[in-house]
């Protein structure tokens, strides 16, 4: 098991306008519990700005100073988004994702700038609903969980022996005398294509039925789960976990007893703890 975090040392609270100037815009990460200005490090996507808590009653918004109108989502650039708002969380804070390539400018009439716009439009407006959702969210981390079988020559095996229809469709196919007695094709299909039809809706339920298990494991951590696509046959699991913080601790010798339990037929992975995108993704528009 692998937690994927950033370590972020203590700096100085220097005014972000004493910082080299960077760019006109800013590029907003999230919104968090820290009521103070703040320094995060030279994060900033695109051009290593410093990133900063713009404070506002009890909550502030952690932005970095940037040039650019807009970023392409790449993996570099989603990571070094994230990678920030790690760096938040690891000085203690609970964080609400912005989405990914949101920008404050100036308006253009002059009449307000960057800075304002997000202390006016998006502190000051969304205030109490921001308020709730932090608490909501303190005391809460996200996992990654992925799930993989060890050997798919024994799941396989399994699905056979498990599936009635399988069986008589592979005697079929291999010429045995119970197999010509059928004589019949399968649902219009060739008996390979429905051979292979039967084997994936087989193999979709196999990995529902552990995935459950998996999730029923550690039920009394979590508060919520979201479950992501697989990819692959050996991938049986790709969940999202909301944690309680508390019981981290906990979570990782859960995962090591379902493990033990199956004898090595499979083989858990998690990340984090990460920000809770998976469940919760802030939206700003400028209709300001």
């Known amino acids: 098991m692998s937690t994927a975090t950033l370590t972020s040392e ?4 220097v005014e972000p306008d004493q910082q080299k100037d960077w760019g006109p815009r ?3 990460y999230c919104i968090t519990d820290c009521a103070e200005p703040a320094l995060f490090g030279p994060l900033g996507l695109g051009n ?6 713009m404070p506002y009653k009890g909550i502030s918004a952690v932005v970095s100073r940037t040039p650019e109108k807009k970023f392409e989502i790449s993996r570099v650039n989603t990571l070094r988004h994230q990678h920030v708002m790690e ?5 203690g804070y609970t964080v609400l994702p912005v989405r990914f390539d949101t920008i404050a400018e100036d308006k253009p009439d002059g009449s307000a ?6 202390v006016n439009h998006v502190l000051t407006k969304r205030l109490e609903e921001f308020t709730g959702l932090l608490k909501i969210f303190s005391g809460r981390v996200e996992l990654g969980v992925k799930g993989l079988w060890t050997n798919m020559e024994t799941v396989f095996g ?8 399988i069986k008589r469709l592979r005697r079929r196919m291999l010429g045995t005398k119970a197999g010509k007695a059928s004589g019949q094709r399968e649902a219009g299909l060739a008996p390979e294509a429905r051979l292979g039809e039967l084997v994936k809706k087989a193999l979709d339920a196999k990995k529902e039925r552990v995935q459950r298990k998996l999730l029923k494991q ?3 951590m979590i508060v919520d789960s979201r479950t992501n696509k697989t990819f ?22 859960a995962l090591t007893k379902f493990d033990d339990e199956r004898a090595g037929g499979v083989k858990l992975k998690y990340i984090g703890p990460v920000p809770p995108s998976n469940f919760i993704e802030i939206i700003i528009t400028w209709d300001d």
């Open 10 to 13: 203590p700096r100085p609270a």
């Open 26 to 28: 800013r590029y907003i």
């Open 48 to 53: 290593d700005s410093e990133c900063f808590a």
């Open 87 to 91: 760096a938040v969380m690891e000085r």
């Open 113 to 118: 700038d960057a800075d304002s716009r997000i």
């Open 158 to 165: 399994e699905i056979v022996r498990a599936d009635y229809d």
């Open 218 to 220: 550690v039920d009394n």
């Open 232 to 253: 692959g046959d050996k991938m049986f699991a790709n969940l999202a976990l909301l944690v309680k913080k508390h019981r981290q601790g906990d979570f990782g010798g």
